[in-house]
């Protein structure tokens, strides 16, 4: 297919998504308890955006020419890898098919895309769609499957050249081994966190709290850079602390399909008694529990808005990736603190950075270890903009131009020139 061929399939992708977004925000709801509203109104539009986007870099994907030394007529090609293996998690699996397709797509690869056994049928659905718009068969291939059989094979594969994978670390910590000890395949990773959201002495405290709120509770705190490290400034504590109970408080749960829910249930039983789990170990190590803390109401997953204060930084909920809503309330009195226990951690997937100051905006963002820094924002996720991890939060960019480089090769030409006008 030539690379305006393949833009034209995904930019008719993209019209049949939005065509078809009420019935595919309903089988994402469906399938994930996120609510209907967050489906229709976040995910489907960054599906069909994500999928213009890289239909845009299709036919704008070239190598260069070399000026070698001597007479020779350099070239370097910018080839498709091959068969990219895809492996992706249950939080969000409309863009997680978007971030890792559409790439990979524009390319020009063949990609075989494993979804996560909890959520198996928005992909499929949105797979009909795409070959609707032209695919060829055996482009795309989407596998249902579990883990460590369907997902460990494509990860050993000796036939799939690049791997990109999307979940925990300690999945992600095996993916690389298998593709290690099969053929060597360059894997991507996109892995967990325990992102700090920073809230200095001069912020708009309702802002920050509002803000703070959403970035940990958003997606049933599902996300994997989640606000999940809630660093308050001393002066501003005592009022953020009771905000933000007050906020948890009001946070509507119940049925996802309902209008006003801003909460649905857990993805399944194991992670809704994970995160109980959490929440005692957080009673246990001695914060103080201000809201929530059980299931709410005595029927499917769903868990009460919790919120912790004086939180100190060697409890559990403090370092542990905790995938639920949860929030972490830990207090600090300078930046040269901050910074220091912000970055001691494994992970640097993430952080927010919520103050009026440029000078202190500046000095966090540059200072923090981290793939992403939202100001004054926070879960900003445009098509353009990279997104990935440093340390044990990740391998590699997703998204903008920078996830181009994940799926293509390069091939260098070298041809001699006779009688180079030049010599
Ligand atoms: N960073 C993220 O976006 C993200 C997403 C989901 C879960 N998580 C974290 O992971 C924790 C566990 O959730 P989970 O068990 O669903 O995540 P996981 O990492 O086990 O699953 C993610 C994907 O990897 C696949 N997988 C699992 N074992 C595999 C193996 N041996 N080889 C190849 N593929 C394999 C799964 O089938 C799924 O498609 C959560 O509590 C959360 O902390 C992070």
């Known amino acids: 297919?030539?690379?305006?061929?393949?833009?034209?399939?995904?930019?008719?992708?993209?019209?049949?998504?939005?065509?078809?977004?009420d019935e595919v925000a309903a089988l994402e709801t469906w399938d994930n308890g996120k609510t209907l509203t967050q489906s229709a109104g976040a995910e489907v539009p960054m599906l069909a955006r994500c999928m213009r986007y890289y239909a845009g870099w299709a036919?704008?994907?070239?190598?260069?020419?070399?000026?070698?030394?001597g007479a020779h007529h350099a070239q370097v090609l910018h080839e498709p890898v091959g068969v990219a293996g895809q492996i992706i998690p249950w939080n969000f699996p409309l863009l997680m098919f978007a971030w890792k397709v559409g790439p990979a797509l524009a390319c020009g690869n063949t990609v075989v895309l494993k979804t996560a056994e909890q959520t198996p049928l928005s992909a499929l659905y949105v797979a009909s769609l795409l070959h609707e718009a032209g695919l060829p068969d055996g482009v795309l291939n989407v596998v249902s499957g579990f883990g460590p059989t369907a997902g460990a094979a494509l990860c050993s594969h000796m036939g799939v050249d690049k791997l990109a994978f999307t979940g925990s670390t300690g999945t992600g910590q095996i993916v690389l081994e298998l593709a290690a000890r099969s053929n060597l395949k360059p894997v991507t990773l996109e892995l967990g966190g325990k992102s700090p959201f920073i809230v200095m002495d001069d912020a708009d405290v309702d802002q920050a709290v509002e803000l703070a709120h959403h970035a940990v509770f958003f997606n049933q705190g599902q996300c994997c850079c989640a606000g999940s490290r809630t660093?308050?400034?001393?002066?501003?504590?005592?009022?953020?602390?009771?905000?933000?109970?007050a906020r948890a408080m009001k946070r509507v749960v119940g049925d996802p399909f309902r209008n006003g829910v801003e909460q649905g249930p857990q993805i399944d039983e194991e992670q809704f008694k994970k995160i109980l789990r959490y929440v005692q170990s957080g009673v246990d190590s001695g914060a103080t529990l201000l809201a929530g803390g059980d299931r709410a109401g005595n029927r499917g997953f769903y868990i009460q808005p919790t919120v912790f204060a004086d939180a100190k930084d060697d409890m559990k909920i403090a370092r542990e990736e905790i995938f639920g809503p949860v929030q972490t309330i830990l207090k600090f009195s300078g930046v040269e603190e901050v910074i220091r226990r912000a970055n001691a951690s494994h992970y640097g997937l993430a952080a927010g950075v919520f103050t009026r100051s440029l000078g202190a905006a500046n000095t966090l963002s540059r200072a923090l270890?981290?793939?992403?820094?939202?100001?004054?924002?926070?879960?900003?996720?445009?098509?353009?903009?990279?997104?990935g991890g440093y340390k044990m939060s990740g391998v590699g960019r997703e998204k903008g131009v920078y996830a181009l480089r994940n799926y293509l090769q390069t091939k260098a030409v070298v041809t001699p020139i006779r009688g180079a006008a030049w010599l």
């Open 369 to 387: 270890r981290v793939g992403t820094v939202w100001v004054n924002c926070y879960d900003v996720f445009d098509a353009g903009i990279p997104f």
């Open 1 to 21: 297919m030539t690379a305006y061929e393949r833009c034209r399939v995904l930019l008719r992708f993209a019209d049949l998504i939005e065509q078809h977004a």
């Open 59 to 69: 036919d704008k994907i070239h190598g260069l020419v070399v000026p070698a030394d």
């Open 231 to 245: 660093f308050v400034h001393e002066r501003v504590y005592d009022e953020f602390v009771e905000k933000s109970k």
